[in-house]
């Protein structure tokens, strides 16, 4: 009878329906996967832009943080070596002895669970970037702990290097963790500039120089004397430079252009293995730092969005990330030369878990892991007035 079918019809159904099961299975378990797996862009010049409300924003008020962030751009000339002769100008050895190069105008980028939403300005030119380098110095600090030529952040640095740099009792009292958080008070001078140059604090030249010591770990001072101090002593311990470590082991790996430059100082030549190296610096207080562009910007602040991990890849290990975010004693706003968002006293509108990496003009990356969010801004002072806008134009 047509209206019966026989048993062996009805166990072909089943096995299509069980098939069909198995294979609905299958796939939504793929898609759940795919959801958990990040996006990473694809080699340089390539970056997946979404719309801004696909990944909850409104986009009226995110045009509106970005054409704030553009208005917002850094008022002064844009001839740096004039800028950089202003504004340190009361300080003796204040000669710049690194490349400088005009600056162009603000741009910066948005990134939301790994995908673009927002770019404005040149974000393919190559600028100075001041204190962001050290960020990327740090970076290279986190290699030296991963492949355990540091073996601990608490070992005096002068086990480390022992050229004289760190003789005497109070510079042998430094370890490598006060370097990083900028709390050594090391005593000395360096490539020509004698620590105590560097912001000096008061009018009176003779305190300057014979200024009080503090003990390494108690005082915090931004200095980028004892920066390139931490520069070359990473050099003597890796002894190759510091540049070509970053591009194999972190700007090759995320898909960085090869237009990025990691400067020292003309006077900064040292001799290992009978050959002539430059000992690069950790900003462009007196010129020289890392010139790069906002999007190799974005690539490096994504690593660390992503905990030290690019696609199957991990680059610099999470417990650097951790490490990097631990306060200092004598600063709890200052980690491992990235900046802290504690008690949310410097950015109210972000988390307390977000970091930053921070430069001279108004350089900046932003990560925030706890939204899935990265911003990176060229000449624009105002991060926090920038977040601001950005947090305000998500959709509750």
């Known amino acids: 009878m047509s209206g019966i079918r026989s048993n062996g019809q009805l166990r072909r159904s089943g096995l299509r329906l069980v098939t069909c099961l198995v294979l609905f299975r299958t796939m939504l378990i793929a898609s759940l996967a795919a959801q958990?797996?990040?996006?990473?862009?694809?080699?340089?010049?390539?970056?997946?832009?979404?719309?801004?409300?696909?990944?909850?924003?409104?986009?009226?008020?995110?045009?509106?943080?970005?054409e704030f962030a553009q208005q917002a751009e850094n008022q002064s000339s844009r001839e740096?070596?004039?800028?950089?002769?202003?504004?340190?100008?009361?300080?003796?050895?204040?000669?710049?002895?690194?490349?400088?190069?005009?600056?162009?105008?603000?741009?910066?980028?948005?990134?939301?669970?790994?995908?673009?939403?927002?770019?404005?300005?040149?974000?393919?030119?190559?600028?100075?970037?001041?204190?962001?380098?050290?960020?990327?110095?740090?970076?290279?600090?986190?290699?030296a702990v991963d492949d355990h030529i540091i073996r601990d952040l608490s070992d005096s640095v002068g086990g480390y290097v022992r050229d004289g740099k760190f003789a005497g009792e109070h510079n042998a009292a430094i370890t490598w963790q006060h370097l990083l958080q900028q709390?050594?008070?090391?005593?000395?001078?360096?490539?020509?500039?004698?620590?105590?140059?560097?912001?000096?604090?008061?009018?009176?030249?003779?305190?300057?120089?014979?200024?009080?010591?503090?003990?390494p770990g108690t005082h915090f001072k931004y200095n980028?004397?004892?920066?390139?101090?931490?520069?070359?002593?990473?050099?003597?311990?890796?002894?190759?430079?510091?540049?070509?470590?970053?591009?194999?082991?972190?700007?090759?790996?995320?898909?960085?252009?090869?237009?990025?430059?990691?400067?020292?100082?003309?006077?900064s030549w040292v001799t290992l293995d009978g050959q002539q190296v430059q000992s690069v610096s950790g900003g462009g207080h007196w010129g020289g730092g890392l010139f790069i562009c906002a999007r190799d910007h974005a690539r490096f602040g994504y690593l660390f969005l992503r905990n030290g991990r690019w696609g199957d890849q991990q680059l610099i290990s999470e417990d650097w990330i951790r490490e990097l975010r631990v306060p200092a004693e004598a600063n709890s706003d200052y980690g491992c030369m990235w900046w802290l968002n504690t008690d949310r006293k410097r950015i109210p509108a972000a988390p307390e878990s977000i970091f930053?990496?921070?430069?001279?003009?108004?350089?900046?990356?932003?990560?925030?892991?706890?939204?899935?969010?990265?911003?990176?801004?060229?000449?624009?002072?105002?991060?926090?007035?920038?977040?601001?806008?950005?947090?305000?134009?998500?959709?509750?």
């Not at 070596?81 to 000669?95: D, G, K, L, T, Y």
């Not at 300005?121 to 204190?131: A, I, K, N, P, W």
């Not at 801004?377 to 134009?393: F, N």
Request: charged letters at 20%.
């Open 224 to 267: 980028d004397v004892r920066v390139n101090l931490l520069a070359y002593s990473l050099l003597q311990v890796y002894r190759r430079p510091l540049p070509v470590i970053l591009r194999e082991r972190i700007m090759d790996p995320i898909g960085a252009s090869p237009t990025w430059r990691w400067h020292g100082y003309e006077n």
């Open 80 to 143: 740096l070596r004039n800028v950089i002769a202003v504004s340190f100008a009361n300080e003796p050895h204040n000669a710049i002895v690194g490349p400088v190069q005009d600056r162009g105008g603000a741009s910066g980028m948005i990134v939301k669970n790994g995908y673009i939403v927002a770019e404005w300005g040149d974000t393919t030119r190559v600028d100075m970037t001041f204190s962001v380098t050290k960020s990327y110095l740090s970076t290279v600090a986190g290699l």
């Open 183 to 215: 709390t050594s008070d090391w005593s000395g001078e360096l490539w020509g500039k004698p620590d105590w140059a560097d912001r000096p604090v008061g009018s009176d030249r003779e305190a300057w120089v014979n200024r009080e010591l503090h003990a």
């Open 356 to 396: 930053y990496a921070a430069g001279f003009g108004g350089n900046y990356i932003y990560v925030d892991q706890e939204n899935d969010l990265l911003v990176v801004l060229r000449w624009t002072p105002d991060l926090a007035g920038v977040i601001e806008k950005i947090m305000a134009s998500r959709e509750q």
């Open 36 to 66: 958990d797996t990040p996006y990473y862009p694809g080699p340089w010049g390539t970056w997946e832009t979404r719309d801004p409300a696909e990944l909850g924003f409104d986009p009226a008020r995110l045009a509106a943080a970005v």
